[in-house]
């Protein structure tokens, strides 16, 4: 047995912007929830809870979900881009500066050489 039926967001915002620093992302979250919850027919009684347990919800996300992002982002996606990094610089060699940009949303990666 359920204690909740539904529980449904409507209109809701998670804004993620990504810093990019030499092969390094720092992860900037915003979220604006809108969350609606519903109690079985047995529970209908707590319904007059409504308001504040969709408060508590909304703020309990709200505190979670630009923590979960930021860890995502520095133990999957930091990592990738450092042996990105390490992989170009080896094949390329020491004559070479890897060179990058964020242009219009699209990561731009360049090689130069350094004479």
Same mark, same amino acid.
């Given at each position: 047995?359920?204690?909740?039926?539904?529980?449904?967001? =409507?209109?809701?915002?998670?804004?993620? $912007?990504?810093?990019?620093?030499?092969?390094?992302?720092?992860?900037?979250?915003? =979220?604006?929830?809108?969350?609606?919850?519903?109690? $079985?027919?047995?529970?209908?009684?707590?319904?007059?809870?409504?308001?504040?347990?969709?408060?508590?919800?909304?703020?309990?996300?709200?505190?979670?979900?630009?923590?979960? =992002? $930021?860890?995502?982002?520095?133990?999957?996606?930091?990592?990738?881009?450092?042996?990105?990094?390490?992989?170009?610089?080896?094949?390329?060699?020491?004559?070479? $500066?890897?060179?990058?940009? =964020?242009?219009?949303?699209?990561?731009?990666?360049?090689?130069?050489?350094?004479?």
């Amino acid at each position: 047995m359920f204690l909740l039926e539904m529980v449904s967001s =409507v209109n809701s915002r998670l804004e993620i $912007t990504l810093k990019w620093d030499d092969f390094h992302i720092t992860p900037s979250t915003q =979220v604006r929830l809108n969350i609606r919850t519903e109690f $079985t027919d047995n529970f209908d009684m707590l319904n007059f809870l409504n308001p504040v347990t969709q408060q508590a919800l909304s703020a309990a996300l709200n505190a979670a979900l630009p923590n979960i =992002v $930021t860890k995502v982002v520095n133990t999957k996606l930091n990592p990738l881009l450092h042996k990105a990094k390490l992989n170009l610089t080896e094949i390329m060699g020491d004559g070479w $500066t890897v060179l990058c940009n =964020v242009k219009d949303q699209y990561l731009q990666i360049a090689l130069k050489n350094k004479r």
